[in-house]
């Protein structure tokens, strides 16, 4: 124990001389988690459109209108050539040509019924897939103002023989900031814990003091615990910081406990630093300690869940996100901010990464080559 402590007084002082590592540590939270929920937000507005209306009647018209009205849609341009809203869509000028037939009015009174064509450019996937589906919902609304308009308002008060009764449960307004945020600041940690920690050995090799520690008294696991301690006491800051940036910004504040988050953020960072200082055990220098660690950290963050449901993947990136720690952690912190889960309820989360704390903790320990 004595041992452990002198070198925790080292790497204390080595840490805080080094202000950059402070500076990142304390302004990472705080930026990231200002700057990326607001960027990547799964709602998308202003897809462009171009209507091609070949009947230039009221209803066209008033179509056109309400599909500019509803704030997701920008009109490009209106006319009647196709083939002018092919090429705009070529120039990515467009993201939706919606095409009104010949006689689309009369069509509707005469015999209840027309068709209307939307094409999407596909080459933004998710952005055709949005933009069709917002405009699906927006012309079966105006399908059900002009069933209504003929039935003096009589459709609206009749009873359908199947009567849906939705609820969304736990998050009612669907708040992003809500799903999102939590996650972003597991992956926070996360680079706090492997990044850090990876270069943290890295460098006792570039600056020549590794030598000196490998002929100290110091055994193999009080060399790990040395390194590993600091960085968790600063990743349970940098998660503390995070929190309460989520709290002041986004107003966020978990129905569940906080005593929950802290737990399965001590066992999550035993687990996350034993990666990087396992890490730092392969790598010769601090450029290929980098290169590991941006290798798991897009390994981390894409098969996480934290932007695609762990569910919607292929079966064998399923089996990958089994063996990544931040799919546990995030899976988790949702939980206890929009369920109010607590420890009973994430009993699974808490062996697993037990299991991994253990794991990557003795292979950095058994492959720490100490030599003299």
């Known amino acids: 124990m004595r041992n452990i402590k002198f070198l925790l007084q080292k790497e204390f002082r080595q840490i805080f001389r080094n202000t950059a590592i402070l500076r990142l540590i304390l302004a990472m939270p705080i930026i990231q988690l200002l700057l990326i929920p607001l960027a990547a937000d799964y709602e998308i507005k202003s897809i462009h459109i171009s209507i091609v209306d070949n009947d230039h009647s009221s209803y066209s018209r008033r179509l056109s209108e309400k599909l500019q009205a509803s704030g997701y849609f920008k009109l490009i341009s209106y006319g009647k050539s196709y083939d002018n809203a092919m090429k705009e869509v070529g120039n990515n000028e467009t993201d939706i040509i919606l095409t009104i037939p010949p006689n689309f009015e009369r069509d509707l009174v005469r015999e209840h019924h027309s068709n209307i064509h939307i094409a999407a450019d596909a080459v933004n996937g998710i952005k055709a897939g949005l933009g069709g589906a917002y405009a699906q919902q927006i012309i079966g609304s105006f399908n059900q103002e002009i069933v209504e308009e003929w039935t003096n308002g009589l459709s609206a008060n009749a009873k359908a023989p199947i009567q849906i009764n939705s609820a969304l449960w736990y998050n009612p307004q669907i708040s992003y900031y809500l799903f999102m945020v939590p996650g972003i600041l597991v992956v926070l940690v996360t680079m706090v814990g492997s990044f850090l920690a990876s270069l943290n050995i890295v460098s006792e090799k570039e600056i020549g003091t590794m030598e000196q520690i490998n002929v100290s008294p110091l055994k193999k696991h009080e060399f790990i615990l040395g390194k590993l301690i600091p960085f968790w006491v600063l990743g349970m800051v940098s998660i503390t910081m995070g929190m309460i940036v989520a709290f002041l910004f986004y107003g966020l504040i978990p129905l569940g406990s906080y005593l929950v988050i802290y737990a399965y953020a001590a066992v999550f960072l035993l687990a996350v630093l ?81 299991g991994f704390a253990i794991l990557f903790n003795t292979l950095a320990i058994l492959n720490y080559n100490k030599r003299g």
Not at 291 to 317: K, N, R
């Open 274 to 354: 034993g990666i990087g200082l396992l890490i730092s055990t392969f790598a010769d220098n601090q450029q290929q300690a980098t290169l590991f660690a941006f290798f798991l950290m897009m390994i981390f963050i894409l098969m996480s869940g934290l932007y695609t449901p762990v569910e919607s993947m292929p079966e064998w990136a399923q089996w990958v996100a089994a063996f990544n720690p931040p799919t546990y952690f995030i899976t988790l912190i949702r939980a206890v901010y929009i369920k109010g889960s607590g420890f009973i309820d994430l009993g699974h989360e808490f062996l697993v990464m037990f």
